[in-house]
C-alpha cells in the first residue's frame, strides 16, 4: 500500500477560499441586478411609453397616445390611513406599494377617452419602478367619482328602479 502525504498551508486555503467567495459575489452583483430584493417579478415589464399605454389598452381603456402628467413621486416609508387605503386597493390589484416604502418611482398619467358614462375628465395613474409597473388606478373626477383599479366598470349590472314597479300589497289587520 502506497500513502501520498501532502503538506497543507493554512492560509492558502484561507486566501482560496475567500477568492472564490469574492467571485460568487461579484457575480451575483454582476448577472443579479442592483441587488434589490423590491422587484416584483410579476409585474408587468414597460420599457417605453407605448408599452404603458398598451399595458392600459389590456383593460380595454382607449387612452391619450402620451401622459398628460409624468413626473416622480416617493412612496413614502411610515404607512398612513391614506397610504393604508391606497394600498388595499393596489393589493386587490395584485400590487403591494409596501415594499416600495422609500423608493422614488415614476408616475405616469394617461386621460381615458372612453369611461362608461363619464362626463368629467378620467385619468389612468402608472406607477412603474425600474420599468416595471408596480400599481395604479383609475380616478374619476366627477362629485360622484371614485378611485379604483385599471379593471373597466361592469356596465350589465341591473339598477334598482327607482319606483316598485308593483305598488305594495296592504296586509289585513286584525
Known amino acids: 500500500m502506497m500513502f501520498l502525504t501532502a503538506k497543507v498551508d493554512i492560509k492558502k486555503i484561507a486566501l482560496i477560499v475567500i477568492a472564490a467567495l469574492a467571485l460568487i459575489i461579484a457575480l451575483v452583483l454582476i448577472f443579479g441586478g442592483s441587488g434589490d430584493d423590491t422587484a416584483n417579478t410579476a409585474a408587468p415589464a414597460v420599457s417605453g411609453n407605448d408599452a404603458r ?49 422609500g423608493k422614488t418611482v415614476m408616475r405616469y398619467v394617461y386621460k381615458i377617452n372612453n369611461y362608461p358614462g363619464a362626463t368629467d375628465p378620467v385619468y389612468a395613474t402608472l406607477l412603474v419602478y425600474k420599468n416595471q409597473i408596480i400599481g395604479g388606478d383609475v380616478t374619476d373626477t366627477s362629485a360622484k367619482g371614485a378611485i379604483s383599479g385599471f379593471a373597466m366598470p361592469n356596465t350589465n349590472t341591473p339598477t334598482e328602479p327607482s319606483e316598485p314597479s308593483e305598488p305594495p300589497q296592504s296586509q289585513p289587520t286584525e
Request: no cysteine.
Open 53 to 101: 399605454v398598451e399595458f392600459l389598452k389590456k383593460f380595454g381603456w382607449d387612452v391619450a397616445a402620451s401622459p398628460i402628467e409624468s413626473g416622480q413621486v416617493r412612496i413614502p416609508e411610515a404607512a398612513t390611513d391614506v397610504y393604508d387605503r391606497y394600498n388595499a386597493l393596489q393589493k386587490s390589484q395584485g400590487y403591494d406599494l409596501s415594499q416600495y416604502a
